[in-house]
């Protein structure tokens, strides 16, 4: 049906005539027959049914739930016709007398394969529908319609393109993986996984004829559905489930299993992703990212130990405010984003030259500002908005949390990774709730003042001090900025990295000068951008290469499973942290080494974007890194492991899949 509807897309670019009947009006439906061909061209022909019924009309699926009756197609006025094969798009779950039915409301095409007696011959198609329609009452109707098609003819372009669309809802054969299906005299419970992020799943059964459940109680974790039907008319022979969300769907046959899965613990998994979505949050305080917007902070706590409490308070509110607002905005895009097919993930802009040349740069506009060799450390945009005109400077310290968010969402820190993954491979509302949980922890240091706003008169006056804490965070920048730039090393190669050095330190001689240092500062940035893109890479480091490591290849992991071997994959980059916490303490240590050593150690390398580690990511239910699992006879499937790890946590796995 998938191809079906690529080539229906393709043909449409061909001139074409009309290829349908005149609509035939009934009392609540009106239907039609197209083609997308206007005439005999081949052994087959691709055709649809087409329905539109009144404003609050419906009517039935193949299997129609509790009641109803399905349609009925009578091919026997057609000539020049071998075969007729009738699909069924995903249907909707509908209530009619209080009693849950599946079906179709507005409008549906049903498509129709069909297949010549005489490729050479005329055609002509000929029904008889016997339909049901429901409302507040049920209507049976009967619509005759008849096509004659003339040997020759081209496409018509408006018929494809409606069956392309109305075929891609036909339900196939992937999208889901049916992990456990139960069926007794009570209720029919399974378990499936998603292939993609779930949004509104929707469970359709059918056990023959007689068949009949009742409303569905449906639960999803991550990419988990769980629902459960009361059995409400016993059924027979097979059992065939589709599975709808959204535009995707797939019917499978089920085999039964001996017990029922279990439902997914209530809200435990969920509150555990928040609580670390929070603590993560709460984590990138400590990062380099926010020092400079944290320390602009901490310069308005200090000018505002002598104002009035409320407006202390006030004022630290505004700035949480402005930090959760723009982690409800960055959710929302991601959200937008992962509909429309993009790849998303947390951390894979450090792949990206141009944005760690930006991030270089900004490090060392922000020390600059901080060694006090200019005085706007904000873009002009972001500066005039925290502007205090109009005495509330509300706006201001909005600003300077967003800012401070914006600046948190290079970095890494523990919990995030895992509390990003649950985000990205759960529906829309988890996934703003766990942003929300995460730029909440972002928040907390100001929700703190803000309760207690007296904090800020126990901070001493502004004096000579003060210049010495900014030189040192100034120089935590600078360090920043030179970590940055082995990352750019890494990821695009020396010439690159050197040359946004390059521009860095011009930046930082001509702010010295102090002579129109806003054009300085966007110069350099745009420099910055070109040095990264235009310059050529040369040979960047391999990051596998010696040692005891192998490259990352996930076609080689079976082979060596089914050869008795243990396979350890370890997936770092350059620009994650934690990946190189967790080599340095646990992965190098002598315990670890030595056990890995008896197995075949894989390292993959995300430092830049690598298509092969993306899907291998995705395919565990991973948008960032660190990720490390284990695979050997006993766990052929692996064992992923925590996102921090111990070396009793490694041990233990090494030895539980042998």
Not at 148 to 165: N, Y
Request: aromatic share 8%; proline share 8%.
């Amino acid at each position: 049906m998938r191809l079906l509807a690529t080539l229906l897309t393709l043909m449409l670019a061909l001139p074409a005539l009309a290829a349908t009947t005149d609509p035939v009006e009934g009392q609540a439906v009106t239907a039609r027959l197209i083609t997308a061909e206007d005439g005999v061209s081949g052994a087959t022909l691709s055709a649809g049914l087409a329905l539109e019924m009144e404003p609050g009309w419906k009517t039935y699926w193949r299997t129609p739930g509790q009641v109803g009756l399905p349609p009925e197609l009578d091919w026997s006025g057609s000539q020049n016709i071998a075969d007729i094969a009738l699909s069924y798009p995903a249907p909707e779950r509908f209530v009619a007398f209080d009693i849950e039915n599946y079906g179709y409301g507005e409008e549906v095409v049903f498509p129709l394969a069909i297949t010549l007696e005489n490729p050479d011959a005329p055609a002509r198609l000929a029904v008889e529908a016997t339909l049901l329609v429901c409302a507040e009452i049920c209507i049976p109707e009967t619509v005759s319609l008849s096509l004659d098609l003339p040997v020759g003819g081209t496409v018509d372009r408006a018929s494809a393109d409606l069956l392309a669309r109305w075929i891609e809802r036909v339900p196939g054969e992937t999208g889901f993986t049916p992990d456990a299906v139960h069926l007794d005299d009570t209720a029919l419970t399974l378990r499936a996984t998603a292939e993609a992020p779930l949004s509104d799943p929707q469970v359709f059964p059918e056990h023959g004829e007689f068949g009949a459940f009742g409303p569905p109680d449906i639960r999803v974790d991550g990419r988990t559905l769980w629902a459960r039907l009361p059995v409400t008319g016993p059924g027979e022979g097979p059992l065939d489930v589709t599975l709808v969300d959204g535009e995707r769907a797939m019917t499978f046959r089920a085999d039964l299993a001996t017990t029922a899965p279990a439902p997914p613990a209530s809200g435990q998994g969920i509150w555990t992703i928040l609580a670390f979505a929070l603590l993560g949050g709460f984590i990138l305080n400590a990062m380099p990212c926010v020092l400079p917007v944290l320390s602009l902070k901490l310069a308005s706590a200090l000018q505002a130990r002598d104002r009035a409490l409320a407006e202390v308070r006030l004022g630290f509110l505004a700035a949480a405010s402005g930090v959760i607002a723009f982690f409800a905005t960055l959710a929302l895009v991601l959200i937008g984003l992962r509909a429309a097919g993009v790849a998303v993930g947390w951390g894979v802009q450090f792949q990206q030259p141009a944005f760690l040349a930006v991030m270089v740069v900004l490090m060392i506009l922000f020390a600059a500002s901080l060694w006090g060799l200019w005085e706007a450390p904000l873009p002009s945009g972001v500066a005039s908005a925290m502007g205090r005109a109009g005495g509330t400077g509300l706006r201001g310290d909005f600003a300077t949390g967003a800012f401070a968010a914006v600046m948190a969402t290079p970095c890494s820190a523990p919990f995030i990774g895992t509390a990003v993954a649950y985000a990205l491979t759960s529906g829309a509302g988890t996934t703003l709730a766990v942003f929300l949980a995460m730029g909440a922890g972002l928040a907390l240091p100001y929700l703190a003042v803000a309760a207690r706003p007296g904090l800020v008169r126990r901070l001493p006056r502004p004096g000579p001090w003060m210049a010495s804490v900014k030189a040192v965070l100034g120089g935590l920048l600078a360090l920043a900025a030179l970590w940055l730039l082995s990352v750019l090393w890494a990821s695009a190669g020396p010439w690159p990295a050197v040359a946004v050095a390059a521009v860095a330190v011009a930046v930082l001689a001509a702010l010295s000068l102090r002579r129109r240092r806003a054009m300085v500062a966007g110069g350099g940035l745009a420099a910055a951008i070109l040095a990264a893109i235009l310059v050529p890479g040369g040979s960047a480091p391999d990051p596998v290469a010696g040692g005891d490591w192998v490259r990352f290849d996930p076609a080689r992991i079976e082979a060596e499973v089914a050869g008795g071997e243990v396979v350890f994959v370890d997936v770092t980059a350059d620009w994650c942290l934690t990946c190189k916490a967790n080599k340095r303490l646990v992965l190098d240590s002598a315990p670890v080494t030595e056990a890995l050593q008896r197995t075949v150690a894989m390292r993959g390398d995300w430092t830049r974007p690598d298509p092969q580690i993306a899907s291998y990511l995705e395919s565990h239910g991973r948008y960032g890194i660190p990720f490390n699992a284990v695979y050997g006879p006993g766990a052929p499937e692996g064992v992923a492991l925590p996102e921090i790890l111990t070396e009793a946590a490694v041990l233990e796995a090494l030895a539980a899949v042998r």
